[in-house]
């Protein structure tokens, strides 16, 4: 979605453009409405993400807080991406979103039903279920760590893994472990040194006591594991899983929502807020700690707030004890892995996007 200037050379060619969507139609749709707010209405979206109010988006039933409107339209130069992108997508012939009917029903039917936007193929979800990440060296697997889990009971180990860019400062690392810590529960942590302005991405640490409390690895022996990349498909898919707690990017929910763990949502940059607050508020399929949090790599400008001890075990007990939520994750993981095959919404509508593609090749 981000290779939109690629349509003018398609343009050039006399080939009709298609865009793979990477995140949900719920953000596809706010994507789209702020561009309209912008073009059609004359509002300042900077400015409107900093009130302390809601807004109506077409793609969610409830209001959307602009507490957790994503950080690029939180800045002139960001936001005019975001617009530019937005206006692309709508010159396209179709766009192919990264979700599914039964996930984002209300979402889909309201972009479906907008004229003014191309037609709209939920094809989702589309999982790299291998592990290991296209671009980079994959890892060889935490085998420690999966033979540990292997010794833990069902749906009792809470994950804390918040994707490649993902990282804290030491005194929010020792909140969360902190918070480990008063919850009981086990965990696995995947826990990396945030960026400096020579490395710019997240490093590994050398020695994990220099930034955890005096003491934590002794007192959590056996309870827990603390390392630094993690396969996280592989640990998602184990039966020890109970919990994730996740930076809300739209393929980590989709995987929890694929194997059947709740999420406890605390989003970090980009789109993320957006996809927390759907999976909260708007479908009930997570719990928060905290949705409006920002440690934004685009907008350095952005406060970045200590999240504490008790918010965050708040959080983990009750995604590893809510009922109703597992339940409900549980049931979306089975229609999940039904929709893309014979018969199921996403499966039909591949082959819809087919017969479209013929149509405007022919």
Known sequence: MFCTSMIDVANEFNISSYVFFTSGAGFL????????????????????????????VPTFVKPVPTK??????????????????ARRLREVKAIMVN??????TH????????????????????????GGTSGRIKKPPEDDVIRWLDDQPPSS??????????????????????ALEQSGYRFVWSLRQAPNETTKVPRYYEDLRTVLPEGFLERTDGIGK???????VEL??????GGFVSHCGWNSLLESLWFGVPVVAWPMYSEQQINAFEMVLELGLAVEI???YKNDLYNRMVETVIVTANEIESGIRRVMEDGSVRRKVKIIGEKSRSTIIEGGSSYASFDSLIQDLIRNVS
Request: hydrophobic letters at 40%.
């Open 107 to 130: 979402a889909i039917d309201s972009l479906s039903s907008d004229n003014t936007i191309p037609p709209v193929y939920p094809v989702g979800p589309v999982l790299n279920l291998e």
């Open 29 to 56: 749709g706010f994507t789209l409405h702020i561009q309209t707010l912008t073009d059609d209405e004359n509002q300042d979206i900077v400015q409107l993400s900093y009130m302390d109010t809601e807004t109506p």
């Open 68 to 85: 957790v409107f994503p950080s690029p339209v939180q800045s002139r130069e960001t936001l005019d991406l975001v617009l530019s992108t």
């Open 99 to 104: 979700s599914f009917l039964e996930l984002e």
């Open 157 to 178: 180990v809470v994950l804390l893994c918040f994707g490649s860019m993902g990282s804290f400062e030491a005194v929010q690392v020792k909140e969360i472990a902190r």
């Open 236 to 241: 998602l898919a184990h039966p020890a899983l």
């Open 290 to 292: 905290k949705l409006d």
């Open 226 to 232: 603390v390392i630094g990349w993690a396969s996280q």
